[in-house]
């Protein structure tokens, strides 16, 4: 899926697909961490059953005003207990789909908002 959006400035996904995300014209074969204006970073869960909270404390960690939780092919909703360090920074939680979770993200980026996605590689 190649996503065609008002780019912004940033960190911007260009496609998604089984094989992985091309962000800013570079090519990503696994789960990712994306801030409009940090680097990317890889990110070790693969899948809903691999995420702890050792993996969502890195992300309360960058501050965010919306946090997007992009959970794979289909949408597989975290555990209350995974989300709760979210909820005690006052952070906003979206999760849903990866391609719902790039286009939404590209979106909130190129309006400047405060947003990071992670985005699981199945």
Not at 3 to 31: C, E, P
Not at 51 to 59: P, W
Request: glycine fraction near 6%; aromatic fraction near 8%.
């Amino acid at each position: 899926m190649e996503l065609t959006q008002n780019r912004g400035t940033g960190n911007y996904i260009d496609s998604y697909q089984a094989g992985g995300f091309v962000i800013n014209k570079t090519r990503y074969k696994s789960s990712l961490i994306i801030a409009p204006h940090s680097p990317v970073t890889m990110w070790r869960p693969c899948n809903l059953a691999d995420l702890t909270t050792t993996d969502l404390a890195s992300l309360v960690a960058l501050k965010p005003k919306i946090l997007i939780l992009g959970m794979g092919k289909t949408f597989n909703f975290p555990s209350v207990d995974l989300l709760a360090p979210f909820y005690a920074a006052g952070i906003g939680i979206e999760v849903m789909d990866t391609a719902a979770a790039c286009r939404t993200y590209n979106i909130l980026m190129s309006e400047e908002r405060a947003v990071v996605v992670a985005l699981l590689m199945e």
